[in-house]
């Protein structure tokens, strides 16, 4: 499970040859960075071979052997707009989505680094308020925020505030994830209802001008998935944190390297009536939709129930369902089974979902 | 073309007489009744939505009445067993 | 969800897919035209085509505005927009089609100022707040719509906004369903009626279909049940030898459609003469434009548009499959060179364009062939 790290700058070293690139545009554009299709065309095809980076470094975290330990490391970047909306703020986000990326590498958070990019002439209130964020964000989740860097650049860029985290955590033995144990007949489990933090922030942008009680499910998982560890860690085959791009990326990610099926019961998928009220008028798909407090983990068949036994017994793991199964059929990628029987393929998107009128 | 929802009318705007708040499914929005003057619309109606205007007044008649006829769809054993029968996926080769 | 799970009960589904299965006669094909792009998506979302026998065939229809929409035209909305520093406004189902220069979305990294709106009155909207900037509204959508536009046009003179305008590009849907009933390659049995189009026109500007085609239309709404009672009816109507036009969708479509949209259309718009339709050439009298005395709020009259034209490669066959006379993956193109990151046709653009609806929903296999440049240097632009 160890990256074998100083061989990979062996690898950067010799760097590509452009022509071989199989990245072609001219230019990098926002579908790019939208967690999709896209997104992976730029990793696969340019980001991932310059760097020299090996195929098992493309997860949200990366496992190092250092001496005896093994720690995760993980890097994450946050981008939003607004910056503070129902339920939370960049700051929250920055210090959950790095908590979650370890906790579903199956490690323990212990801290994280925190990189500021302010743009000249945010109101230090608004700074003052997410540093405090992060403050609570990291005690909530009990870590510490070890460092970091502050830049400002100038009026005009940076939305008001970049923050790029570095976080790291220790390995929990009682986990071995990895897409390579995924079994034909395995469940797919969610921890929890999907789409609240996205629908929440395309509301909060306002050109939508829906009103509804929604709020970002931000929070940290390690909780929750520490309780699955006790419960049932030995069925536990992977995880996975379905943030931009929502379960649907995730799963086909999953899809593709496995080579399996992955089929949803859509009428398991737990859904909160506002989200799915929004997404009906708005054409959009809940399985699409970022999520910023929730895991994805695959689990045996004889661990399942257990596990989500485990789940509906945690506070906030309460509304945590089954919502499909891997099957080892010809097709391959993510099929949505209607609750009559038919079925779709449900595709990565390119970029972010758009509401549509047609 | 046409993305368009049933809604149910929650308010009228008292000072707009062409705008009412509608409800789908928790979430509101105020919308432009003016294409359904002519309708006696009330809180409780529920109407079809499309960007931003109700469109049509739902007749909760008409909907029972064709929930009433699609009950007595497909009654036929033969055609329920071979429709049975089918798998869950389709194998929609190119 | 009210009047949505009622249609969406799968037990009642089962059994109107086993009536039709019943009432589908073995020994022949059934070729079905649903008109409307929204029917298309539908179509594919919900995976009907799984519950119909395999002698029913669904041909998707020219009803997708996004996907009629010339290229040249959106192209002129955004030069504008950015020689005149004026906010680009538009519906979602818009900002990924692609220009010549790029995208909406991908303009707006440009420096073009696009904003995405989910009504028209958003738009106007927009323009009361920020008086210093004109506000085009790129307008799209077949009769469904245009009563919105019509009424928002109404709404910016009725408060003296003079820094509004919009580009319309407005279809209508009846040249086109006869278009596709006069090409001589149409082998189609039976017609899906557009529902939504409908609440607006009504049922009876159909008739000739049934009249002079011989064809029955069932105007249906978008549920599963909703579509598949359709097919019941069609079905029905076939069997009987009959051709009628009838409504599915009585809960929401009046038989007279909705007088006060036709009088908004009919107040602010006019037909134009003929106009483009990407895959299906020039149709007369199957758009709408803005009357003079509207001119204020026109675009194409308050500035100067380049007028430009854009073909597609002359590789894609958008046309054929808009007319239903190929299936998508007929297509040499689809899949490969033309995908929903790529499209090259009008019809992998939008979401419920018939090849982007296919690609998205269906299963297909991957293309192992490297894709060919197709660019549109390929194309004659005038």
């Known amino acids: 499970m160890g990256a074998d790290l100083l061989s990979g700058v062996g690898r950067a070293v010799t760097a590509q040859r452009r022509e071989t690139l199989r990245f072609r545009d001219a230019h990098v554009e926002m579908a790019h960075g939208a967690g999709g299709k896209a997104t992976r065309q730029l990793v696969d095809g340019l980001i991932a071979p310059l760097l020299g980076l090996p195929r098992e470094a493309l997860v949200d975290a990366a496992i190092v052997h250092l001496g005896q330990e093994m720690v995760a490391f993980t890097g994450d970047s946050f981008v939003v707009r607004p910056l503070a909306f129902p339920g939370g703020s960049i700051g929250e ?29 945010l109101a230090t209130s608004v700074l003052e308020g997410e540093m405090r964020a992060i403050g609570a964000a990291a005690a909530c989740a009990a870590v510490a925020v070890v460092g970091g860097d502050t830049k400002v650049v100038e009026h005009g860029k940076a939305d008001g505030l970049y923050i790029t985290t570095a976080g790291f955590g220790r390995v929990d033995p009682r986990f071995t994830l990895s897409s390579r144990l995924v079994q034909a007949g395995d469940r797919v489990i969610v921890s ?64 593709r390297e496995t080579g399996f099926t992955i089929a949803i019961d859509e009428a398991s998928l737990p859904v909160r009536e506002e989200v799915r009220g929004a997404c009906e008028l708005l054409g959009l798909d809940p399985l699409h939709i970022a999520n910023e407090g929730q895991f994805v983990a695959v689990v045996s068949p004889d661990e399942a129930d257990r596990a989500l036994d485990a789940l509906h017994g945690i506070s906030g793991g309460e509304l945590a369902a089954i919502i499909g199964e891997v099957r080892n059929d010809s097709g391959g990628g993510v099929l949505a089974v209607s609750p009559y029987g038919s079925a779709r393929v449900v595709d990565m998107l390119v970029g972010d979902p758009l509401p549509r009128i047609c | 073309m046409c993305l368009a929802i049933p809604g149910q009318i929650v308010e009228r705007s008292p000072d707009h007489p062409d705008l009412a708040t509608v409800e789908v499914s928790r979430v509101r929005r105020v919308i432009n009744v003016a294409l359904l003057a002519d309708e006696p619309l009330q809180p409780g109606d529920w109407v079809l939505i499309h960007v931003g205007f109700a469109m049509s007044l739902i007749s909760e008649d008409a909907a029972r009445e064709q929930l009433r006829l699609l009950a007595m769809l497909g009654e036929d054993e033969e055609a329920m067993r071979e429709l049975d029968g089918l798998p869950a996926t389709s194998a929609d080769t190119p | 969800m009210k009047y949505v799970d009622d249609f969406r009960d799968p037990a009642l589904i089962r059994q109107a897919a086993a009536e039709i299965r019943a009432l589908a006669d073995p020994s022949r094909r059934y070729r079905l035209m649903e008109v409307c792009g929204g029917h298309t998506h539908a179509i594919y979302r919900f995976a009907l085509a799984d519950l119909l026998p395999p002698n029913i065939e669904l041909i998707h229809g020219p009803g997708c505005p996004v996907c009629v929409l010339p290229m040249g035209r959106l192209d002129d909305g955004l030069a504008v927009a950015e020689e005149h520093g004026a906010i680009f406004t538009t519906f979602g189902d818009v900002m990924r089609v692609p220009g010549r220069r790029g995208s909406p979305l991908e303009r707006k990294s440009k420096g073009v100022d696009v904003r995405m709106v989910y009504s028209p009155l958003d738009a106007l909207r927009i323009a009361t707040r920020e008086p210093d900037r004109h506000v085009i509204f790129f307008a799209i959508g077949f009769e469904t719509t245009a009563p919105s536009t019509a009424l928002t046009v109404l709404r910016a003179r009725a408060l003296g906004v003079t820094n509004f305008s919009v580009f319309c590009n407005h279809v209508t849907i009846l040249p086109a369903v006869r278009a596709i009933l006069e090409s001589p390659d149409m082998r189609l049995d039976g017609f899906i009626g557009p529902g939504h189009v409908s609440t607006v026109i009504g049922c009876q500007p159909f008739s000739f279909v049934a009249r002079e085609h011989r ?108 007319k239903g006379v190929l299936k998508p993956h007929e297509c040499k ?10 499209p090259i046709g009008a ?11 296919h690609y998205n929903y269906a299963r297909r296999q991957e293309s192992r062939r490297e894709p060919v440049a197709v660019t549109l240097a390929d194309t004659a632009a005038t």
């Open chain 3, 347 to 357: 019809l992998m653009v939008s979401s419920e364009g018939a090849c982007a609806a």
């Open chain 1, 93 to 121: 986000l920055a210090v959950n989505g790095t908590v979650n990326d370890l906790a579903v590498s199956g490690a323990r958070p212990l801290g994280l680094l925190v990189t500021l990019i302010v743009e000249a002439g």
């Open chain 3, 333 to 342: 193109l689809f899949g490969c060179e033309c995908t929903p990151e790529r």
């Open chain 3, 215 to 322: 064809r029955p239309l069932v105007t249906s709404g978008f549920e599963p049940l909703d579509l598949l009672q359709a097919i019941v009816m069609i079905l029905r109507q076939l069997r009987a030898g009959r051709a009628d036009v009838e409504n599915q969708y009585a809960r929401v479509v009046p038989w007279d459609g909705n007088r006060a949209a036709l009088r908004a259309i009919a107040e602010v718009f006019e037909l134009r003469p003929y106009f483009e339709w990407r895959g299906l050439g020039f149709i007369s009298q199957s758009a709408l434009q803005i009357r003079d005395a509207y001119a204020g709020w026109d675009t194409e009259r308050r500035f100067v548009v380049p007028g430009v034209r854009v073909a597609d490669p002359k590789a894609a066959q958008c046309g054929e499959v808009l």
């Open chain 1, 192 to 255: 929890g209802p999907v789409g609240d933090h996205g629908i929440t922030i395309l509301l909060a942008r306002g050109d939508v001008d829906l009103d509804a009680d929604l709020r970002s499910d931000t929070r940290s998982v390690w909780p929750i998935v520490d309780t699955l560890g006790d419960a049932a860690a030995a069925g536990i085959r992977w995880m996975r944190d379905p943030t931009r791009g929502g379960i649907a990326t995730v799963l086909n990610e999953l899809a």
